[in-house]
């Protein structure tokens, strides 16, 4: 054997290695994306019903949207007309009533400045004053009224 066919023999070897390592590859490569194809068509079969229902829900959403929006519009006219009646009723009832508060206001302020009453068989008494507070009674007047 010369030394070219040593050199053949090894390069054929070493082609034979090769083809062999690519050959495996390829195999590996093949199962690979035997793999993917079937993983991607799985994702399709679930991912279709899931963007199904999806679609529904935003719908729905929308929806339910669409009710809160007429209902936040009647709400607003709702509290226009309740601000306009407020103030019918302020304009209408407001003026009279501090009248009457005020008429009711100056009976008593006169009705507490009433002079001493003239007694029929002697001089004249001092009036029997007392206060009024609303909600409260004063100390003095149940003192005085204990006494007697």
């Known amino acids: ?6 050199a053949g023999i090894l390069v054929a070897v070493f082609w034979a290695i090769l083809v062999s390592f690519l050959a495996v590859v390829l195999v590996r490569l093949a199962q690979t994306l035997r793999a993917t194809t079937r993983l991607v068509a799985e994702v399709t079969e679930q991912a279709v019903p899931l963007l199904a229902d999806a679609s529904a829900t935003v719908r729905s959403a929308q929806t339910q949207l669409d009710r809160v929006d007429a209902i936040a519009t009647d709400v607003q006219e709702v509290t226009s ?3 306009a009646l407020s103030t019918t009723v302020a304009s209408t009832f407001g003026g009279p009533l501090v009248k009457v508060a005020a008429f009711g206001y100056g009976v008593r302020q006169a009705m507490g400045r009433r002079g001493p009453a003239a007694a029929p068989d002697g001089p004249a008494q001092p009036a029997d004053r007392r206060r009024v507070v609303v909600g409260r009674t004063l100390p003095s007047a149940r003192r005085r009224n204990k006494k007697g």
């Open 81 to 83: 007309n309740a601000s």
């Open 1 to 6: 054997m010369t030394g070219g066919e040593v």
